[in-house]
């Protein structure tokens, strides 16, 4: 059987049981998704490919107890989500707000007046735009932007992997929305 066909659950099964190759497909599937994560998250190459690292190896040690309770992506996210907590609080300083408080009354974004995009910006300009908005967002809103666009996981899936309810993930992540939509106006 071809193992690019099997559901990651099911490959991490057979890892859990001892089939190496079984983890490379995984490893191959997520690497790139979970290393942009952790880069847009921290900001920083460096450490996001220290967190990478401890990430994968973090599932390597944890394969023995694993049980598909859930996506094997929320589980992957989990632990990311948890290593980049864990790298918040060794910082001077610790965590960030955003992960402890809700997010803003919608009410209170700043709107950009200026309406109707404007063509002259091309694809490569929205883009780092877009990327310097996802840099300025609160780290918890940022996390669930990238949940989302980079892993695919639904609402329910980044309340599990972040250890919040749905109601604050979806919340972190309509707030995100608004963040970016308002700071692109203009650049559409």
Same mark, same amino acid.
């Given at each position: ?13 057979? #890892?859990? /049981?001892? /089939?190496? &190759?079984?983890?490379?497909?995984? #490893? ?6 979970? *290393?942009? *994560? ?5 900001? $920083?190459?460096?450490?996001? !490919? ?7 190896? =973090? ?10 309770? @859930?996506?094997?992506?929320? +589980? ?11 790298? *918040? ?11 402890? /408080? ?12 200026? &309406?109707?995009? /404007? ?34 996981? $639904? ?11 749905? !109601? ?6 309509? #707030?995100?929305? @608004? =963040? ?6 203009? +650049?559409?």
């Amino acid at each position: 059987m071809n193992r690019d066909s099997v559901a990651d659950e099911e490959l991490m099964a057979r #890892y859990r /049981d001892g /089939d190496a &190759g079984a983890f490379e497909v995984l #490893y191959n599937r997520h690497r790139g998704g979970l *290393y942009r *994560y952790l880069l847009r998250s921290s900001g $920083s190459a460096a450490t996001a !490919e220290e967190l990478f690292q401890d990430v994968w190896m =973090n599932l390597v040690r944890a394969r023995a107890s694993y049980a598909a309770t @859930a996506k094997f992506t929320t +589980y992957l996210y989990r632990l990311a989500h948890n290593r980049l907590i864990d790298h *918040y609080r060794r910082r001077p300083q610790g965590v960030p707000v955003s992960f402890e /408080d809700d997010c803003p009354e919608l009410d209170t974004l700043a709107l950009d007046p200026s &309406g109707q995009p /404007d063509a002259r910006y091309d694809t490569k300009q929205k883009a780092e735009r877009l990327l310097a908005l996802l840099a300025e967002l609160p780290e918890a809103q940022r996390e669930a932007f990238l949940l989302r666009e980079e892993a695919g996981l $639904s609402v329910e899936d980044i309340a599990q992997a972040t250890g919040v309810n749905r !109601e604050t993930a979806k919340s972190r992540l309509r #707030y995100a929305l @608004a =963040n970016l939509r308002s700071g692109m106006r203009g +650049y559409l």
